[in-house]
Structure formats: structure tokens, C-alpha cells
Nanobody, 122 residues
Framework: QVQLVESGGGLVQAGDSLRLSCATSGRTFSRYYMGWFRQAPGKEREFVATISPSTGSTYYADSVKGRFTISRDNAKNTVYLRMNSLKPEDTAVYYC???????????????WGQGTQVTVSS
């Protein structure tokens, strides 16, 4: 069982930056792919970014590529999402996910945090 707690969301203006953090419990953090998804009102949860457990390879949705950076600190059991040049369309609840496989969709046997709200005003 893995527990995840996100933090760092807030209300910002277009063009601003935010860094989200996701702290996890358990001693197996380094074995999981760690990722971020987001869900805007009335829309399905969508993939944002993920990072591999060992090599640190990263994968991004096209909509955030070049603006967002995912990173992880295995010693702190924490994954981060640095978001630059934020746009109003980035407004959503951002969820952290721990996964045993590389996956860019919601699926079974994933562990989720409770989410943190990011609101970008124009």
C-alpha cells in the first residue's frame, strides 16, 4: 500500500510558475513509476507527466511539454512537478499517482493522492 499527499497548488496568474510536491509513504517508492494527472471540471482525468523509477526517464503530455518538468527524489520519497508559463487551460485538480508500469492512462492497481487545486487566472 502506498499513500500519497500532494501539496503546492494555488491561485496564480497566467505566465506564473508553481511547484507541486507529492510525498509518499512506504519503503518501495523507488520501485514505482510516479506521475501526475489532472482533471478539469466536466472533463476526464488526463495524463500530464510520469517519471521512471530507476533511470529517471520522463514522459509528458504534448500540452505541457516544454513548460512542465517532473522530477523525483528517491531519498525523500517525493515527486515534484515544476510548472512554468502557466495558462488558464492548466486549471485543474492535479493528482499524483504511483504505478508499477509505465502508463499514461487511468487504470487498475494505481495509487492516487487526494489532489491539489491549481487555478490560473487570465
Amino acid at each position: 500500500q502506498v499513500q500519497l499527499v500532494e501539496s503546492g497548488g494555488g491561485l496564480v496568474q497566467a505566465g506564473d510558475s508553481l511547484r507541486l510536491s507529492c510525498a509518499t509513504s512506504g519503503r518501495t517508492f523507488s520501485r514505482y513509476y510516479m506521475g501526475w494527472f489532472r482533471q478539469a471540471p466536466g472533463k476526464e482525468r488526463e495524463f500530464v507527466a510520469t517519471i521512471s523509477p530507476s533511470t529517471g526517464s520522463t514522459y509528458y503530455a504534448d500540452s505541457v511539454k516544454g513548460r512542465f518538468t517532473i522530477s523525483r527524489d528517491n531519498a525523500k520519497n517525493t515527486v515534484y512537478l515544476r510548472m512554468n508559463s502557466l495558462k488558464p487551460e492548466d486549471t485543474a485538480v492535479y493528482y499524483c499517482v504511483a504505478d508499477q508500469i509505465l502508463r499514461t492512462a487511468v487504470g487498475s492497481q494505481q495509487y492516487w493522492g487526494q489532489g491539489t487545486q491549481v487555478t490560473v487566472s487570465s
